[in-house]
Nanobody
Framework: QVQLVESGGGLVQAGGSLRLSCAAS????????MGWFRQAPGKEREFVAA????????NYADSVKGRFIISRDNANNMVYLQMNSLEPEDTALYYC?????????????????WGQGTQVTVSS
């Protein structure tokens, strides 16, 4: 019901910052809970952050809490992931996901739509 396109990935030095963007198209974006997930080669897809449809409620993985900030701009159908103090362990393909109903869940199976991903590589 919603199409998602991520952008903003790239190569960055450890300690640096990146801002990922997710552009959504489709009806009623403002009612979707939005999430960010990441997957490194050979590893399971893991939860990073999520935000409620209103933007009031957020949820973060322990590994990124205090470093990453998720936000959204419903007027422009956008969700963002500001990544600070990046570490090599953050290297992964980052996915934007949308959930049609519910709270900012941590499980990928709770999300209905997915983008194609944007690569983030953090070098030491």
């Amino acid at each position: 019901q919603v199409q998602l396109v991520e952008s903003g990935g790239g190569l960055v030095q450890a300690g640096g910052s990146l801002r990922l963007s997710c552009a959504a198209s489709g009806r009623s974006f403002n009612i979707y809970t939005m999430g960010w997930f990441r997957q490194a080669p050979g590893k399971e897809r893991e939860f990073v952050a999520a935000i409620s449809y209103s933007g009031v409620s957020t949820n973060y993985a322990d590994s990124v809490k205090g470093r990453f900030i998720i936000s959204r701009d419903n007027a422009n159908n956008m969700v963002y992931l500001q990544m600070n103090s990046l570490e090599p362990e953050d290297t992964a393909l980052y996915y934007c996901a949308a959930r049609s109903t519910g709270w900012p869940a941590r499980s990928p199976v709770e999300y209905d739509s997915w983008g194609q991903g944007t690569q983030v590589t953090v070098s030491s």
